[in-house]
Structure formats: C-alpha cells, structure tokens
C-alpha cells in the first residue's frame, strides 16, 4: 500500500523551530519529488517546499526562504522539513505529498499524507 506517513509538528513559541519528515511507505523517494503545502485556516492550501529525490534540488515558498531548510536521507526514505524563526503566520496544517513534479496546484497533486499541525503562539 502506498502512503505517506508524517510526523513532527506541535505548538511552538514565535521564533522557535520545528522539524518535519515524511516518509513514503511503499514506494523509494529516489524516483519522485516530495514536498509539503500548508493550509490555515479560511486560507487555501500553499506550496512550502519541495526537494527531487534524484538529483536533490529544491524549492522554497517566498514566505518561508531563509527560514526552512527541505532535504533527503535516501537510506532512510525519509524527507525533512527543518523550520526555524518560526512566525504566528507559519501556524497552519502542513501536508507532506508526492509525485513526479513540482505542483504549484494543490489540486494536482496525486499523493498526500494525513497532514500535521503546526502552531507558533506565545
């Protein structure tokens, strides 16, 4: 069966720092791009970050460059999403997906994990 399972998330402080992953449960990262959008709430779903699990390049939302760092550990299958000076504004649901491409439609997006919160309030 073909899933995405996420894990990190939780409630930080304005300026603190969080660390997600995704790993791909029945398929290698190796062959896809996988990446996470977040939504807040009233808001639509936005595109964060997204790393090639072949050759490594990544992209960064304008909204989170600087700040969020994505990258891969092929051996373990596993993508990360380190999140630092982490703002009020980061507080959203982040959705870990995969596919063969950079999606800038959510809507095109053929893979998605359960989502985790992420909530920066002092």
């Known amino acids: 069966q073909v899933q995405l399972v996420e894990s990190g998330g939780g409630m930080v402080q304005p300026g603190g720092s969080l660390t997600l992953s995704c790993a791909p449960s029945?398929?290698?990262?190796?062959?896809?791009?996988i990446g996470w959008f977040r939504q807040a709430p009233g808001k639509e779903r936005e595109g964060v970050s997204c790393?090639?699990?072949?050759?490594?390049?990544?992209y960064y939302g304008d909204s989170v460059k600087g700040r969020f760092t994505i990258s891969k550990d092929n051996a373990k299958n596993t993508v990360y999403l380190q999140m630092t000076s982490l703002k009020p504004e980061d507080t959203a649901v982040y959705y870990c997906?995969?596919?063969?491409?950079?999606?800038?439609?959510?809507?095109?997006?053929?893979?998605w994990g359960q989502g985790t919160q992420v909530t920066v309030s002092s």
């Open positions: 029945g398929f290698s990262l190796d062959y896809h791009v």
């Open positions: 790393i090639s699990g072949s050759d490594g390049s990544t």
């Open positions: 997906y995969a596919g063969t491409v950079r999606y800038s439609d959510y809507r095109a997006v053929p893979a």
